[in-house]
């Protein structure tokens, strides 16, 4: 285009003089034919020769303007062309970038929560366009966003219902299983009834993981709240206790450490999917193992089956899904059979910045590891061996002494008593008032008789409840109370043994 | 049965069947009634269950079936259970409280009442 362009420029000096040209020749042959002709004859030819030469400098010129007329018209459409096939190429680039830059934008800043009039401020061409162009770029643009934007709506609503519903299960499975408890123990002497109860309670925590299932894939909590530290022998029975096969588990040594109570129920949830997930893909006849270590970062919670295992490709897809997980619960996704477990994990695990690996078990199954984050950890309530006492038994010494004087085993004060003096002789001292009082009851229970029962007591040191309240009421009586104490005490133990 | 009488309520996740692994009976013969005196006749074992550990603990003075269930606030059957895994790994020995033998027969009192008002 410019190449022609500028090829007209330069021939236009020569074409201004071209129109000459013909008139010109013409001209002269005019002049050489008036010399020629006989003189009679010269004046009608030198009068035709003028008007033919006129004729032809007019001919001639009007072509020359023409002829400039059309380059001038040529050139104006080869500029037309060129800005247009310029737009053109705009505009392309421009619809190319809308579809490849400007709506996944748009659709990024409406999911990040932003309203679709925000982004249509963000979202702009780069270079200005065409009015009419622009406007329906905006347009496309604007109805795109609405669509998401209703469409994210939708999907928060159902969101929304669904932590909604799941929470209403949560609350009756809750009150569900506190009925159940006082119902088990209402009913803890038929041993029929007990066990329909126990199987029921089973069942209702199966629903309760559902629940919060769905509630965490909803991007909300799992249920219950823990106030105080639990043990994390409880915590991996509380996981146990709500996954379906819950007997092949096996809980072998478990750190003596706690986990802080807003960690417990995250946890506990956690590894029920992970048990649950490793009971259900390993053959019924196989165990599951599960145990806790400390590590340097925190606790590793280990889960090693004997299944099928994983494949590469199975691998792969579950570290695919245990990364991508804050996209939450798409309805889309779940299909015909929801398989929840692993979002749920990896959900909690980003959540709450736990450490999960699914890796080949040596026994050929899967072995996860679930490593909890020290912040989430704390000393155990009972250090000391006592794994699980804090929260499964009441110190049974301290209730009997208030009221009833009872039968207080008075073996199981006297250690707590010396092991805060000394570290590791208590275990011996125990041993050594506990054989002959064995001994002596081995005795009465081959004999059925009271009196070596009753020495056996005697014989032991005398810090019972029984004995200072005897104290007590024979000291307010005003009596001596060495000579005394023997008296209600062996009454009592005689009542005792009635 | 008020809920914070009930020390499970306030901060146990484990639920009754882990405890025992879903079994609410036993079918073993080992009779096992409330009052069934229950004595420990080894040391705890630190491989031991925590409720096993502390029935053992607890028992190394006689107690009563329904005592142990009473401290550990478990109900009865449960505890039965446990104290029948004890009773098979004799690390419990179970004693029955009133030799039922010794007593005489109410048949027997019957009939002498009887005699008696027919003198």
Redesign the interface.
């Known amino acids: 285009m410019v190449g022609t362009g500028s090829s007209h420029q330069g021939r236009r000096p020569a074409s201004a003089l071209i129109w000459l040209v013909p008139p010109v020749v013409l001209a002269v042959c005019t002049v050489t034919a008036a010399v020629l002709v006989p003189l009679g004859a010269r004046s009608p030819v030198a009068w035709c020769g003028t008007a033919a030469t006129v004729a032809v400098a007019l001919t001639s010129s009007e072509a020359v303007r023409r002829g400039r007329i059309i380059d001038t018209l040529r050139r104006r459409c080869a500029e037309q062309e060129a800005a247009f096939r310029h737009r053109l190429v705009q505009q392309e680039i421009e619809t190319r970038r809308l579809a490849r830059e400007l709506l996944p934008a748009a659709v990024n800043l409406l999911q990040q929560g932003a309203s679709a009039d925000e982004v249509l401020r963000e979202v702009r061409p780069l270079t200005p366009l065409d009015p009419s162009f622009e406007a329906a770029h905006r347009s496309v643009l604007r109805s795109v966003v609405e669509a998401v934007q209703a469409e994210e709506g939708l999907r928060d609503s159902a969101h929304r219902a669904f932590v909604n519903i799941a929470r209403r299960v949560q609350a009756i499975v809750h009150q569900q299983?506190?009925d159940l408890?006082?119902m088990?123990?209402?009913?803890?002497?038929?041993?029929?009834v007990?066990?329909?109860?126990?199987?029921l309670?089973?069942g209702t925590?199966l629903i309760g993981r559902l629940a919060d299932s769905i509630a965490v894939l909803g991007g909300s909590r799992p249920g219950r709240q823990?106030?105080?530290p639990?043990p994390l022998?409880?915590?991996l029975?509380?996981?146990?206790?709500r996954i379906m096969d819950?007997?092949r588990v096996d809980l072998h040594s478990v750190a003596d450490v706690a986990v802080t109570g807003p960690g417990?129920e995250p946890l506990?949830h956690a590894l029920a999917e992970l048990l649950d997930n490793a009971t259900r893909y390993s053959p019924p006849q196989t165990r599951v193992h599960l145990t806790a270590v400390e590590v340097q970062s925190g606790v590793a919670v280990e889960i090693e089956d004997a299944g099928v295992g994983l494949t590469d490709e199975a691998r792969r897809r579950t570290d695919a899904v245990l990364e991508l997980a804050d996209r939450g619960l798409d309805l889309n996704d779940l299909g015909e059979t929801p398989r929840l477990g692993l979002a749920v994990v990896s959900r909690l695990a980003k959540t709450y910045a736990f450490r999960v690996s699914l890796r080949p078990s040596a026994y050929g199954g899967v072995r996860a590891v679930l490593i909890v984050p020290e912040n989430l950890i704390t000393a155990s309530a009972t250090p000391g061996?006592?794994?699980?006492?804090a929260?499964?038994?009441?110190p049974?010494k301290p209730?009997k002494k208030p009221g009833r004087p009872l039968?207080?085993?008075?073996?199981?004060d006297q250690p707590t008593e010396e092991s805060d003096g000394s570290g590791g002789l208590p275990?011996r001292r125990r041993?050594a008032p506990?054989i002959p009082?064995?001994a002596a009851?081995q005795a009465a229970?081959a004999a059925?008789g009271r009196p070596p029962r009753r020495r056996s007591?005697a014989a032991e040191p005398p810090p019972q409840p029984g004995l200072w309240l005897a104290a007590f009421t024979s000291a307010v009586n005003g009596e001596e109370p060495t000579t005394d104490s023997r008296g209600p005490f062996s009454d009592e133990s005689s009542d005792k043994e009635e | 049965?008020s809920?914070p009488k009930?020390?499970?309520?306030?901060?146990?996740?484990?639920?009754?069947?882990?405890l025992?692994?879903?079994?609410?009976?036993t079918d073993k013969d080992l009779r096992l009634d409330?009052v069934t005196l229950i004595?420990a006749?080894s040391?705890t074992d630190?491989g031991l269950q925590?409720?096993h550990?502390?029935i053992v603990?607890?028992?190394?003075?006689?107690?009563s079936v329904a005592?142990i269930?009473a401290?550990?606030?478990?109900?009865?059957?449960?505890v039965?259970v446990l104290l029948t895994d004890l009773l098979t790994n004799d690390q419990v020995?179970a004693?029955p409280p009133v030799?039922v033998a010794?007593l005489p027969d109410v048949r027997l009192l019957e009939a002498v009442m009887h005699g008696l008002q027919n003198l």
């Open positions: 299983a506190t408890r006082e088990e123990d209402r009913h803890g002497n038929d041993p029929d007990f066990g329909d109860l126990l199987h309670d089973h925590a823990w106030k105080n639990i022998y409880n915590v029975r509380g996981a146990m206790s819950y007997r417990v506990i061996g006592e794994i699980a006492r929260a499964t038994l009441p049974p209730r039968p207080p085993p008075p073996e199981l275990q041993r506990g009082s064995r009851r229970a059925a007591p | 049965m809920k009930n020390p499970w309520d306030q901060g146990n996740p484990d639920r009754l069947y882990i025992t692994t879903g079994r609410a009976s409330l004595v006749r040391e630190p925590p409720e550990a502390a603990r607890m028992c190394d003075y006689p107690l005592e269930s401290y550990l606030t478990l109900p009865v059957s449960t039965t020995e004693r030799p010794a």
